[in-house]
């Protein structure tokens, strides 16, 4: 019982500090790469390699700064304030690469790595409690939450809290503005733990299950998800309540033509675009963030591409961006603001070899 009220207590606390400004309807609180963005630069990773662009008003890019040879790699994660990147290691179990962004120039610094010795595991990484906190991977079941300092960007090694999941962590990703974190196990559930931004500390919320199929991409949409399903093609919306509660607004899911490799949804949550395995693009409009329809036809738009392996959309839903490893080129597309279309190919060269190549925008 003594549990229970702790834990009731803590929840209480939590959801009060949302306070009544939360706006719970068509506002981005995701603070993670792509939601939070100003959308001035773009950032390319890979395996060993993090290179930053400028994105100029017609859409092409500038190149900025490139580091190679990075002892880590993965997906990065901004930091809500655009000024910290953190690149996830999947080679050294203990380091993070760390870098300081510009802002005004989109110039990237590296600066010492974050080593947490308390974690074996962080192929993941997610910003919380307003850009407070880093939560890491720590193990198949296990993440941990440290510290950020606000002013350099720099990570307490000490963690702030700890938490286990039922089944192995396969993804994440945060809702409103990081008060809560979502995680897809290997138990078919989405399980939701709340971040006291004051300390923290952590709190498992409910757990949801999910169809029985593998998912393979999941992101947050707004007060939404959405996600693929490995066998299924099928594509899923959830809303987020106030409180973290998931609800489904799809059912039955709604089925796409192919198993995309990767996929992104406009900041209004009108149009999302897939990659497709042979180098296509395809597009849906959506109602509500719901219901995808299909755009050209259901034909893909034409392009120049081999192997798309990441796609981004600006917040401006202007252009959307393209990264193809086998020419090693970024593509750059506008978006028909009516019809979702999309047009007018360019596209620029990556300084040096990247690797499975990943955009975010910041």
Not at 12 to 39: E, K, Q, R, W, Y
Not at 253 to 279: C, H, I, K, M
Request: hydrophobic share 35%.
């Amino acid at each position: 019982m003594k549990g229970f009220l702790a834990s009731f207590l803590f929840l209480g606390i939590l959801l009060g500090c949302l306070g009544p400004g939360i706006n719970t309807g068509n506002t981005n609180t995701d603070p993670s790469s792509d939601a939070n963005a100003s959308g001035k630069y773009l950032l390319s990773s890979g395996t060993g390699s993090l290179h930053s662009f400028k994105i100029n008003t017609n859409g092409t890019l500038s190149f900025k700064s490139k580091f190679d040879n990075l002892s880590n790699r993965g997906k990065v994660t901004i930091h809500p304030s655009g000024q910290f990147v953190y690149m996830a290691s999947l080679t050294n179990a203990f380091d993070i690469s760390f870098f300081t962004a510009s802002p005004s120039e989109g110039t990237l610094s590296q600066n010492s790595d974050v080593v947490l010795n308390s974690c074996s595991d962080k192929g993941l990484l997610a910003i919380a409690g307003s850009g407070k906190y880093l939560i890491a991977k720590c193990g198949v079941k296990n993440f941990k939450s440290f510290s950020i300092n606000h002013t350099t960007g720099e990570v307490n090694a000490s963690e702030a809290s700890s938490g286990n999941t039922t089944g192995n962590i396969s993804n994440w990703t945060t809702s409103h503005n990081g008060t809560f974190l979502h995680i897809l196990t290997s138990s078919q559930a989405i399980e939701t733990f709340g971040i006291n931004p004051d300390n923290g500390s952590l709190l498992l919320i409910e757990s949801f299950g999910v169809p029985p199929t593998q998912a393979i991409q999941m992101m947050t949409l707004l007060d939404g998800f959405l996600y693929f399903t490995e066998n299924a093609k099928a594509f899923y919306t959830y809303s987020i309540s106030s409180s973290g509660n998931l609800t489904i607004l799809d059912d039955p899911a709604q089925q796409l033509g192919e198993v995309p490799t990767d996929f992104n949804v406009t900041s209004d949550t009108r149009f999302v675009y897939t990659l497709q395995s042979a180098g296509g693009i395809l597009g849906y409009s959506l109602t509500s963030g719901k219901n995808p329809q299909p755009l050209n036809g259901g034909n893909s738009f034409p392009n120049n591409l081999a192997t798309g392996s990441s796609i981004v959309s600006d917040p401006g839903k202007k252009f959307v961006f393209v990264a193809d490893e086998s020419s090693q080129k970024i593509f750059t597309y506008s978006v028909n603001s009516t019809t979702g279309d999309l047009s007018n190919e360019v596209s620029i060269d990556e300084p040096s070899a990247t690797i499975a190549m990943k955009l975010s925008i910041f």
